[in-house]
């Protein structure tokens, strides 16, 4: 039916082609181009124009006229028919007799195309068939001034070829009484007829990329390179643009495009290439982490003359197998599929179907299997074929299904179905593939997309959840290190959850995010009736009700729940706490002393622990004697605490004395207090240094006072993860060793999960199995605390080698999931506020959680990770958390017993802590000028109150080491070591470097001094150690003195793109190098759109004690409004004079920050410059 109506619309337009000699072709760019080039141009282009409007099937017709015998026989192998006019008859009487010729054979309507469109495509030319047919269509070209495509009635208006044809044609129409329509496209924009036009055919890849970036901002996550098989091998056309863009080869140029896209805009690339070769496979998988190769049949029946297939080699079934076959040797995941309706019996469809699986069988590599209705298209031979019909469709589907098994994925594009989409669904499929909100599908460019909320709704009445994936499937990206080039690992955990589909709740980030990113959850959906959740789920849900043992594959069942299977979930997990532990939400009263961050582990997720001195990053090394351990016991205790928590890193110096030591210390300041300390690794380290066993070390420490263990460095319970993220920590096996030995002696202890980092899904189920064994045998856990992986400053995911951590609806199934694994086991469920927030803990209470978990006083851990909800919440901030959700917080204790009166007052009248020194103020810095005002500032400042966040747009990579010209200098002018005189670089500078690197013949336009060098060399290795440019700044910064904090903008790299007539330089290239010489047409940010602010100055500038923000710009007469900073007594010129002396700076620094103090009087933030 679609085939038809297409065809309809087709009748009576012509397209005409007005072609010139190839001699007289392309004049203009002869400064430019040798006569063989400029030929050679012509003919490509004109070759790739007509080809275009053949393919569309809005074409009825192809006319080329031309007076050139060379010209027609090209057009004529093209499909085109001729006709002939006189060498000098000019572009306007060709056309009017062109409209002659279609007016007498009868045509309705004529559509003008110029021969030199490179980047026309048949969605342009099917854009412009639209246009009302009693109206004059018109594709103006880039300027907005000429005339690229143009369609009416054959004679409704004269063709112009003047440079404003636009507007000549406009005027012809208006004459005539006829409507207009414009269609702008990218097709349409670009005529190569200056050397202008000609550089921007060469930057093409431009073009890719601002398709990418659109897709981007749009929340596209894979761009789709489709092409045919090797095109240069059989187009002049193609090997000429290929050519024109510096490359040999195909593959060469998508490899480039590919990666520019990646780095630009994070979208994963999948290629569609047809045929490649072992080789090619190696070069390419480097730059998507999945190929696509349809088999379509096979038959080689198929290929013999007469068959669809015959003329075509690249289709023949041996080539596409052996090409498949090497993708599995290469261990790349593959998409495939047949083609059905193209002549195949139903036998051969099977075969097809067979020899998929018996590839999948030997390399494991087939992701997915498309079935793929063949549509008739114009221009192609097969223009008549009869389309197959979509029972047989459904047909092939279920037989996919049985023979490829529950664990392939089998795919439909919903695009080319025209029944109810719900009956595929019944036929076994599970995927739609890919969808685009920016692109058409140019394979079948007459078939739109469905839209997505159409799709969603489709997909629920055929009883299924859209979801969205990746371009690679989740088992292959759980086996990433076996499946996917480590390059892309980054950005395939940056886009995925840990189920490995796309993350799609919001930006929602664990330890960073607030309420504004929450609202993607629908916990509260009403659920339609019981038809509407999966019957997997409710018989495990009904499993764990009953006590009934649990299997991996229920547990991974449950952590992938969606729509309305997840508010099953979460409503019935809230219905069990409400049995068991009815509307309170309970809260410990406590303090964290994390006694020391000095650490002989090396966790890969740990940012809190500190090793040797010079690798101290973020906050100096540091222990807490006994005597300060007691004073912070004795304070907790005069603010209603309870319990104090301590725990700390395994400092090499420590043995099981200090352990002893410190429990009794805090035991004997308050013999009445709580003591949960040590972790199963701080048992096992002060067993082992004292040659005793965890038993007899347990024992003493409960003599010393220890009351109760933290269940934490469990992260996850499964050594195949812990060998990843914590390899010389204890294993599985020791963990719950020490565990089960405290509870045997009676001394209870927590259990927790650390989520989100390169685990999945089966693992989380293993963990909470062998948590569910061990309670059924001891009986000794209090609660279950899942603790989302905060990422930001971790190691591991400083490496590019962890999620970032887990997302909202994963992080809140975790605790519906704890409810509903562990009931009748452990009553009591813990959300970290530290690590959810407190809107994220609030979803976490209405989905099975009881217990906010302490109010802290003091956190530091997660802090240290990069999350920003604070280091306390008192009581009277879980009470009115609580009151939000109509539930009662009351104070509990350790054992979740009843808190006596004198302990709920005395907390309810807490004092504030000494509080923790936050910035007042933040300073947004660039290079030397804003260093100045940021020198003034952190003089005019007391220490601490001032977070500089400095520009990183300018940074560069030079000899593999990370330049940060605006950050060292303003380390270098804070830390009073800064060449005065130039403003940059290092006091007393040397250039033995310099000089040397000169003599050799190396670079030297970038100046790096001997002392700048060894910071640089510095900084590279502690980046290449895992660590942020953040903490490698405070580290710096500590070292050289500086009492203020100072902060990359950003952690991820941001590079400004200067566009000059040269081309495009990078900026530094662009100043220091050229000297701002080219010529600047604009300029790019890449990264700016994906890079995260620095979580230190994100807590920074939500600190709730801001008080200003002041903008400190290199310069602040050309950057920024300068009269900002007058006053009747301060005026433009001495702001000027006023800069010059270090006195001077601070006096203006004071000013400053007096308009700014009287400005923020009323408590608001105000910013200034
Ligand atoms: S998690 Fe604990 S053991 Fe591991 S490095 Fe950090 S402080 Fe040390």
């Not at 269609?183 to 093409?204: C, H, I, M, Q």
């Not at 629908?522 to 299997?551: F, H, W, Y």
């Not at 994390?594 to 100096?620: D, I, M, P, W």
């Not at 300068?1122 to 433009?1132: G, Q």
């Amino acid at each position: 039916m679609h085939s038809a109506s297409a065809r309809q619309r087709s009748d009576g337009i012509w397209g005409v082609v007005p072609l010139k000699a190839p001699e007289s072709a392309k004049t203009r760019l002869a400064g430019v181009l040798s006569h063989a080039s400029r030929r050679s141009l012509f003919f490509s282009m004109a070759n790739h124009v007509i080809s275009t409007l053949k393919a569309s099937s809005n074409i009825a017709r192809l006319l080329v006229v031309t007076p050139s015998e060379i010209s027609a026989e090209m057009a004529r192998a093209a499909g085109a028919e001729i006709l002939w006019g006189p060498p000098d008859e000019g572009m306007a009487n060709a056309c009017a007799r062109a409209t002659a010729h279609v007016a007498a054979a009868g045509g309705q309507r004529v559509m003008f195309v110029p021969g030199d469109l490179p980047l026309l495509d048949v969605a342009a030319v099917d854009m412009l068939s639209r246009a009302p047919v009693d109206a004059i269509g018109m594709a103006p070209n880039r300027e907005g001034y000429g005339t690229n495509g143009l369609i009416c009635r054959p004679g409704a208006i004269p063709m112009h070829f003047s440079g404003h044809s636009l507007s000549a044609h406009k005027d012809a129409a208006q004459r005539a009484g006829i409507k207009v329509w414009i269609v702008r496209a990218r097709g349409w924009a670009l005529d190569v007829d200056l050397p202008a036009d000609l550089d921007e055919l060469k930057s093409s890849i431009k073009d890719a990329l601002e398709i990418a970036r659109a897709g981007a901002a749009a929340g596209c996550r894979e761009a789709l390179f489709t092409l045919g098989d090797r095109p240069e091998e059989r187009y002049a056309a193609a090997r000429e643009a290929l050519q024109q863009l510096g490359h040999a080869s195909t593959a060469s140029y998508v490899a480039e495009v590919a990666q520019r896209v990646r780095a630009e805009t994070g979208l994963l690339p999948h290629f569609n290439m047809g045929v490649l070769s072992a080789a090619e496979y190696q070069a390419l998988r480097p730059h998507a982490p999945s190929f696509g190769i349809m088999l379509e049949t096979a038959s080689e029946r198929l290929s013999e003359r007469g068959g669809p297939h015959y003329g075509s080699p690249d289709k023949h079934p041996a080539v596409r197998l052996e090409t498949m076959r090497l993708a599995g040797e290469a261990h790349i995941p593959i998409t495939s599929g047949i083609l059905i309706g193209i002549g195949e019996t139903r036998r051969e469809r099977l075969e097809s179907l067979f020899a998929l699986r018996d590839l999948h069988d030997r390399y494991g590599h087939v992701q997915e299997v498309i079935v793929q209705n063949f549509r008739a298209k114009a221009g192609t031979k097969m223009v008549n074929a009869p389309e197959p019909s979509m029972d047989e469709l459904c047909w092939t589907t279920a037989v996919a299904r049985l023979i490829l098994g529950s664990a392939m994925s089998i795919q439909v594009p919903p695009n080319l179905f025209e029944g109810d989409l719900t009956d595929l669904i019944r036929a076994g499929i599970n995927d739609w593939g890919g969808v685009s909100p920016i692109t058409p599908d140019h394979v079948n460019p007459e078939a739109p997309w469905p839209h997505l909320e159409r799709l969603s709704e489709v997909t629920a009445r055929g009883g299924k959840v859209l979801v969205e994936r990746l371009t690679v499937y989740p088992q292959y990206i759980d086996a990433r290190d076996q499946w996917v080039d480590p390059g892309l690992h980054r950005d395939l955990l940056l886009h995925s959850d840990c189920g490995g589909l796309a993350r799609t709740d919001g930006k929602w980030i664990a330890g960073s995010s607030t309420a504004t990113d929450i609202s993607s959850l629908q916990m509260q959906a009403t659920i339609p009736n019981a038809d509407s959740i999966s019957p997997q789920t409710i018989d495990i849900v009904n499993k764990c009700l009953s006590g009934d043992r649990l299997e991996e594959a229920d547990l991974v069942h449950l952590f992938k729940a969606r729509g309305n299977d997840f508010a099953y979930l979460t409503q019935t997990a809230d219905r069990l706490r409400k049995e068991t532990n009815g509307d309170n939400i309970t809260y410990v009263v406590n303090r964290n002393i994390n006694y020391t961050n000095v650490c002989q582990y090396h966790c890969n997720f740990c940012a809190f622990s500190k090793g040797r001195v010079e690798e101290s990053l973020r906050e100096k090394p540091y222990i807490v004697e006994l005597d300060e351990i007691r004073r912070r016991v004795r304070e907790a205790w005069d603010r209603g605490a309870t319990e104090v928590c301590l725990q700390g890193g395994i400092h090499p110096d420590y043995t099981g004395h200090t352990y002893l030591d410190i429990c009794s210390a805090a035991k004997t300041e308050c013999p009445d207090i709580h003591i949960h300390a040590f972790s199963p690794l701080e048992i096992m380290h002060g067993a082992q240094s004292l040659g005793r066993t965890v038993k007899a070390f347990l024992s003493d420490l409960k003599k010393a006072g220890l009351s109760t263990l933290p269940g934490t460095a469990a992260e996850i319970l499964d050594d195949e993860v812990r060998r990843q993220i914590c390899p010389d920590k204890l294993n599985t096996q020791e963990w719950l060793t020490v565990i089960r030995t405290a509870h045997e002696l009676g001394l209870r202890t927590t259990a927790t999960i650390m989520f989100g980092h390169v685990e999945s899904y089966r693992h989380w189920a293993q963990h909470i199995l062998k948590l569910v064994e061990l309670q059924r045998n001891t009986r000794g856990l209090t609660e279950f605390v899942p603790l989302p992986f905060v990422h930001e400053e971790a190691p591991l995911f400083r490496r590019n080698r962890s999620h970032q951590g887990p997302t909202l609806r994963e992080a809140v199934l975790m605790h519906t999931v704890g409810r509903l694994a562990f009931h009748g086991l452990i009553d009591n469920i813990q959300t970290s506020w530290v690590k959810m927030g407190e809107q994220g803990s609030q979803l976490c209470l209405q989905a099975g959680v009881n217990d906010l978990g302490g109010s802290l006083m003091n956190e530091s851990i997660s802090r240290a990770a990069g999350a920003a909800h604070g280091q306390e919440l008192s009581p009277a901030a879980m009470a009115a958390l609580a009151a939000r959700l109509g539930r009662t917080a009351v104070q509990r204790t350790t054992l979740y017993g009843r808190v006596s009166i004198e302990r709920q007052q005395a907390a309810q009248a807490a004092l504030p802590l000494t509080p923790v020194k936050m910035a007042k103020y933040v300073a947004l810095c660039g290079g030397v000028g804003g260093a100045k005002l940021a020198f003034g500032l952190a003089h005019a400042l007391p220490p601490g109150e001032l977070t500089i966040a400095v520009n990183t747009g300018d940074d560069f990579e030079h000899f593999g080491l990370l330049i940060c010209p605006d950050l060292d200098t303003v380390v270098y002018t804070l830390a009073g070591i800064a060449d005065a005189g130039k403003g940059w670089g290092r006091a007393s500078e040397s250039w033995l470097v310099q000089e040397e690197l000169a003599r050799l013949g190396g670079p030297t336009w970038f100046q790096l001094g001997d002392k700048d060098l060894a910071l640089h060399l510095y900084r590279r290795s502690l980046l290449d150690g895992g660590n942020s440019l953040c903490g490698v700044t405070t580290t710096l910064a500590n070292t050289l003195g500086i009492k203020h904090t100072i902060v990359p903008m950003s952690n991820d790299p941001v590079r400004t793109i200067v566009e000059t007539d040269e081309g495009a330089l990078a900026f530094q290239n662009y100043f220091v190098a050229r000297r701002c010489e080219p010529r600047v047409s604009g300029f790019r940010y890449e990264g700016a759109a994906t890079a995260r602010v620095s979580p230190a100055l994100e807590a920074a500038l939500n600190a709730p004690d801001l008080t200003g923000i002041i903008l400190c710009p290199s310069n602040p007469f050309d950057e920024c409004d300068a009269s900002a900073l007058c006053t009747d007594s301060i005026e433009i010129d001495m702001i000027k004079t006023l800069m010059k002396t270090p006195n001077e700076r601070i006096t203006l620094a004071q000013h400053v920050l007096a308009r700014l103090k009287n400005l923020s009087s009323n408590g608001k933030v105000y910013a200034m410059s």
